[in-house]
């Protein structure tokens, strides 16, 4: 069956870099376009970024471009999200989903179980 199992995050000081890391199986990973999303305490869910099963083209949410970087190793079914420059908003437990196209048309069919990131002082 298809897992999605995030991992690195944790607590970050402002300014503070973290990188995530999503292991994907039970499908293949390299025909599909993966994203990363957040929910911050009492807030719904905000798309943060995604990738082309191919890797050739990334996109990003405003809250992050500039700050966030997608990037995916189709060899070990992984997706990354590095993360510099971090802000105390971006706390949130962040979520690896898939998407159901090559191309990143956030229409997710999985997820995975989040990675909390912190970012305080």
């Known amino acids: 069956q298809v897992q999605l199992v995030e991992s690195g995050g944790g607590l970050a000081q402002p300014g503070g870099s973290l990188r995530l890391s999503c292991a994907a199986s039970?499908?293949?990973?390299?025909?599909?376009?993966m994203s990363w999303a957040r929910q911050a305490p009492g807030k719904g869910l905000e798309w943060v970024s995604g990738i082309y099963s191919d890797g050739s083209v990334t996109v990003y949410a405003d809250s992050v471009k500039g700050r966030f970087t997608i990037s995916r190793d189709n060899a070990k079914n992984t997706v990354y999200l590095q993360m510099n420059s971090l802000k105390p908003e971006d706390t949130a437990l962040y979520y690896c989903?898939?998407?159901?196209?090559?191309?990143?048309?956030?229409?997710?069919?999985?997820w995975g179980q989040g990675t909390q990131v912190t970012v305080s002082s």
């Open positions: 039970g499908f293949t990973f390299s025909s599909y376009a």
């Open positions: 989903t898939k998407d159901q196209t090559p191309w990143v048309a956030r229409e997710y069919d999985y």
